[in-house]
């Protein structure tokens, strides 16, 4: 298994309140990504980083932002978080083209605002 | 129209059946297509690359049809443990990816 984990796993948090997840990962590798996955709907990008310093949006990026200080370490910050943020987080490794080039996911992150 | 459109199912099918699903998708632009697999509340995982030539892996194969702009996946002699949620995934620009929402396969003793 690619070597990503990502904290916490669980967390209930409040309307209002600031959150952030963060994605480890010990494959060096310059790719990340962040994605929410709800029920009747694929996993959605949320904002992606191509190196250290660099990031991009996504599909879904409104109310989230995103830090990448290090290459092992990719942090998703929910600034004010609502209950429409209820999901499933998965942080991603890897290149989306080319054969070679897939993406590893972590084992995801459970957030409920309530 | 949505960009990927699966079947959500559920498929039930005995175990040793071969069962099928397909996966459209809209851009006929789309660069690279992959076929992951999720269990129950865990991550996806990759399952195979998609080429038009095909590709097999054991009991699964993949296929890719660029003229009518939809893949498939193949799985024969169905186990128990296939039971899962197949997600396809079509990938248009680079870092432009695009996930299906999934058809849940279950494998019935």
């Known amino acids: 298994d690619a070597g990503i984990t990502q904290s916490p796993r669980h967390k209930v948090t409040e309307t209002g309140t600031p959150v952030t997840l963060r994605c480890h990962q010990t494959e060096n590798h310059r790719y990340m990504y962040w994605y929410r996955q709800d029920p009747g709907h694929g996993l959605r990008l949320i904002h992606y980083s191509y190196g250290v310093k660099d990031t991009d949006k996504g599909e879904v990026s409104d109310g989230y932002s995103v830090s990448r200080s290090k290459t092992e370490d990719f942090l998703l910050t929910l600034e004010s978080a609502t209950s429409s943020q209820t999901s499933v987080y998965f942080c991603?490794?890897?290149?989306?083209?080319?054969?070679?080039?897939?993406?590893?996911f972590g084992p995801g992150t459970r957030l409920t605002v309530l | 129209r949505k960009e990927v459109e699966q079947d959500p199912g559920p498929f039930n099918v005995p175990e040793g059946a071969t069962v099928a699903f397909n996966c459209t998708y809209s851009?006929?632009?789309?660069?690279?297509f992959f076929w992951y697999r999720q269990d129950c509340r865990k991550e996806p995982k990759l399952l195979m690359s998609?080429?038009?030539s095909g590709n097999e892996d054991g009991r699964f194969t993949a296929q890719l049809n660029r003229a009518s702009q939809y893949i498939s996946l193949l799985i024969r002699d169905s186990k128990l443990s296939d039971s899962a949620t197949y997600l396809c995934?079509?990938?248009?620009?680079?870092?432009?990816?695009?996930f299906g929402i999934g058809t849940k396969l279950q494998v019935i003793p």
């Open positions: 998609v080429y038009s």
């Open positions: 991603a490794i890897g290149a989306a083209s080319g054969d070679s080039d897939t993406q590893y």
């Open positions: 995934v079509v990938i248009l620009l680079y870092q432009k990816v695009t």
């Open positions: 851009n006929s632009a789309s660069q690279s």
